[in-house]
């Protein structure tokens, strides 16, 4: 899946982005599939903002976003939702987890969405494990500390396909040990699917080997 930004402004944060230099916004920008890539971006300078264009839950800005050659707004809602399901997947800020379901329930709605889940039930403890939150696996979201909360929202991003995974800001509650682990199966389950990642952060990292580097 081919990704492109022709001049991509949000319309709230215009007049002052277009005060400083960005290496994305109002810039012509391709992400080659399967490729890692990094976006620092400080705080104020759209990056959540650009998380939500680019899994098109937010449309007010200018300039393009184009899927395979095609802008967002070309995809009907059945497309996107297949697309959703198969082809792009998400680690919000915010988590997006539901309180009131357990956290394996939470990864289950992503995992079940496919006629033939694409992740054995198996392989969900085996991620739950290696991130050290198989013991919170059937307590309630609203339960979890925000580092566990984060590493149930990582899983339930790799149970799906995808061909796309975008980030922002997944590690900002973990330690340093949580953090090489996650890095660790992302890393991997990226490249089992020849799948690349956007990754949206405050600061400079050596958590992945990035294939480009941009600043917001």
């Not at 899994?55 to 967002?72: A, C, S, V």
Request: hydrophobic content about 40%; overall charge neutral; some cysteine.
């Amino acid at each position: 899946m081919q990704i492109q930004l022709n001049h991509l402004l949000p319309i709230p944060l215009k007049d002052k982005l277009l005060q400083r230099a960005s290496g994305i916004w109002n810039q012509d920008v391709s992400f080659q599939p399967g490729s890692f890539v990094k976006i620092k971006a400080p705080s104020g300078t759209g990056k959540t903002t650009l998380v939500h264009y680019l899994y098109n839950i937010r449309h007010d800005y200018t300039g393009q976003i184009l899927i395979n050659r095609q802008p967002w707004q070309s995809y009907d809602k059945n497309a996107l939702a297949t697309m959703r399901q198969q082809q792009i997947s998400i680690v919000f800020q915010d988590l997006r987890l539901f309180e009131q379901l357990t956290a394996l329930e939470n990864i289950s709605l992503k995992r079940v969405m496919q006629q033939q889940p694409y992740c054995s039930q198996e392989k969900v403890e085996e991620m739950a494990a290696r991130l050290n939150v198989t013991h919170v696996l059937h307590q309630s979201g609203k339960t979890l500390s925000y580092g566990e909360r984060q590493r149930i929202a990582i899983i339930r991003a790799l149970v799906q396909p995808f061909q796309w995974l975008f980030m922002d800001e997944p590690f900002s509650h973990l330690d340093e040990e949580n953090i090489q682990r996650a890095a660790a199966l992302i890393a991997e389950e990226c490249k089992a699917r020849n799948a690349g990642f956007i990754l949206t952060d405050l600061d400079n990292d050596q958590h992945f080997q990035y294939d480009v580097h941009y600043q917001l």
